[in-house]
């Protein structure tokens, strides 16, 4: 039996510059972090020759081809498994529509688990590598290409998307003390709102050309993100290039915002955030803030019904916990 635990993501600003519809013309940069939330996939050898897949639903097969999960189909192709398998997913909070990456993280550690079932041990640079090409080439899926990378490496980083399709990527460099500093300052609302990414990402790549300068500017507050974290340590900075951030990416396509999260953000601004964002896409998912510590009570009062949901920085990226 294998268990493989990947965690999920949170992107501070540059979320839209890493879809190639954007970097195809011109890098794209985002600054993300893993958090510790997490699926885990669990792969096993099954006793007969069929395939087994459980996950909202049960799915029992002779054949691959038969499998109508897209990414466990693909998946299993890609890892060259075509028999005798049951795979089982589980996840720390909902698995779809929450804009934490979840649908990446699934396929980087399906990817992650079938390889080690079969012995064979990838980085977790190639995983990212290999889930990019399996949701952005072979599934033709809308979106981008920094969900997989946070999930596979983990922790805190700057990345760089370019038009040969290579990934720069470069860590935060904090001790623990800022670390924890760091973590402290931000907290996360459950919006309870679920949405598809795929139609809010179909539209932002049709209004790519005339969001361009948009775009651009969103570039640049991640490259401004990277020098607060990791060469000032100026946390209370990253409040002010969130909320910038989020001005322009309600610009980009018509669903990322509405008038309920307009609201919950405007009511957490006024309680002592300093900026803010929802995360991923947008639409709904989870609502994420930059606020000094000492106010995070009285915010978390002034968002109610919101429910709270605290987190840590997971360091450690993709893992196979059980070999």
């Not at 949170?10 to 958090?35: P, S």
Request: net charge neutral.
């Amino acid at each position: 039996m294998i268990i493989s635990k990947t965690p999920f993501r949170i992107t501070f600003t540059g979320g839209g510059t890493d879809l190639r519809a954007f970097y195809q013309y011109e890098f794209g940069a985002v600054v993300n972090a893993a958090i510790n939330k997490h699926v885990y996939i669990i792969v096993n050898k099954k006793f007969d020759d069929k395939i087994r897949v459980s996950y909202s639903k049960t799915e029992i097969v002779d054949n691959v081809e038969d499998i109508q999960h897209s990414v466990v189909r693909e998946a299993l192709k890609m890892a060259g498994i075509d028999r005798g398998i049951e795979i089982v997913s589980i996840a720390d909070i909902p698995s779809e529509g929450t804009g934490l990456g979840s649908s990446s993280s699934f396929t980087v550690g399906l990817l992650h688990a079938l390889y080690a079932f079969k012995g064979e041990l990838k980085s977790r640079e190639e995983l990212a590598r290999l889930a990019c090409t399996l949701e952005r080439d072979i599934l033709k899926e809308a979106g981008g290409k920094q969900d997989q990378y946070a999930a596979a490496l983990g922790g805190i980083h700057y990345m760089e998307f370019h038009p040969d399709e290579s990934v720069r990527f470069l860590p935060a460099v904090l001790s623990n003390g800022e670390k924890e500093k760091l973590q402290s300052e931000l907290i996360l609302f459950y919006t309870g709102l679920v949405r598809s990414s795929t139609e809010i990402h179909k539209e932002q790549i049709q209004n790519t050309q005339a969001k361009l300068q948009h775009l651009r500017e969103m570039k640049q507050l991640a490259v401004e993100t990277r020098q607060a974290i990791h060469h000032d340590k100026d946390f209370a900075k990253i409040g002010r290039l969130l909320h910038e951030g989020w001005v322009k990416k309600k610009q980009l396509a018509s669903g990322v915002s509405n008038s309920m999260i307009d609201t919950m953000y405007e009511r957490g601004l006024a309680y002592g955030a300093s900026g803010g964002k929802i995360l991923g896409a947008g639409g709904g998912g989870f609502l994420m803030f930059q606020c000094a510590k000492e106010r995070h009570e009285e915010l978390k009062k002034a968002m109610h019904p919101l429910q709270h949901v605290p987190f840590e920085f997971d360091m450690q990226g993709t893992t196979i916990i059980k070999y």
